[in-house]
């Protein structure tokens, strides 16, 4: 039987908005969306991000810091296979919104025992130096420093090794993987990477920013990198998100023979301002628009 446990009133959480609570010590992202209320575990898998801060729109969460988004009703991340979040019951009990606390408290303690046969790295990887966990069925050998070729959501990226696995430290054992380690990347390979990221690179800024600055786009970009497939780029930028920039960077990549560029915000907002989207009454608990 459902152990429903109350989490919120019903007026504490408004139309097409999330909040954030805590039960037993489990981050919950509750969610009132479309007349139906949903929840979901709190933390983002990408950058620990909390997701009740989020813009919520037909069932759709938009993580805060980097756009990530997830499905509230399977829990999915949109776009990025096996990097979902689980999801928690809810029912509402006339103004009381109630979850399964068993449901909740079993599924946290799964995550945390099961033994799921990865192998953990610490790997520094990106123009920005971003270090995390990386994962491999198959044990690598490898050496602190070798360049390891690595398969994130942005594509096939050069990474840096910092460590053998970690697979007898309680720090990483519940820890999801942000991707996986492919291989060891050969010499040729990454003389032929390197070489990308000075004139190609410093051609796809310049285009970007002229063509931004002609559509008065408050973007600048200040950093970027072509990717190990080299048919990516990301293009790092500080100012203001904008829908018009996504379009622009698509004519963009085509024009410089890439198949996709991303545009990645330069600087993380703190976890303590709660994040948002720029939407009025966004962050902390929410599109309120």
Request: with cysteine; net charge negative.
């Amino acid at each position: 039987m459902p152990d429903w446990t109350q989490i919120a009133d019903t007026v504490a959480v408004g139309a097409n908005s999330g909040a954030t609570y805590f039960v037993d010590d489990v981050e919950v992202a509750l969610f009132q969306t479309d007349g139906e209320w949903l929840a979901i575990e709190g933390r983002c898998p990408h950058k620990g991000a909390s997701l009740g801060n989020g813009c919520v729109e037909n069932a759709v969460v938009k993580c805060p810091w980097h756009d990530w988004q997830f499905d509230l009703r399977n829990g999915d991340a949109v776009g990025r296979p096996g990097s979902g979040v689980r999801t928690i019951p809810v029912r509402v009990d006339g103004t009381t919104v109630l979850i399964d606390r068993d449901a909740l408290v079993a599924q946290a303690t799964a995550t945390n025992a099961v033994d799921d046969g990865i192998h953990r790295y610490v790997v520094r990887y990106g123009a920005l130096g971003w270090v995390g966990l990386f994962g491999t069925v198959d044990r690598i050998a490898c050496s602190h420093r070798d360049r390891v070729v690595l398969q994130t959501h942005r594509g096939l990226e050069l990474g840096e090794m910092l460590s053998d696995p970690t697979d007898d430290r309680s720090a990483s054992a519940d820890a999801q993987p942000a991707g996986e380690v492919v291989r060891l990347a050969e010499t040729d390979e990454i003389d032929a990477h390197n070489g990308r990221q000075n004139g190609a690179v410093n051609r796809l800024i310049a285009d970007a920013q002229q063509q931004l600055d002609q559509r008065e786009l408050p973007i600048s970009v200040v950093d970027g990198e072509v990717l190990f497939d080299a048919e990516s780029a990301v293009l790092y930028f500080v100012g203001e998100s904008h829908p018009d920039a996504g379009p622009l960077v698509t004519d963009i990549a085509r024009g410089h023979g890439l198949e996709r560029i991303e545009l990645q915000p330069m600087i993380d907002p703190p976890p303590s301002t709660g994040g948002g989207c720029g939407k009025p009454g966004c962050g902390g608990g929410g599109c309120h628009s």
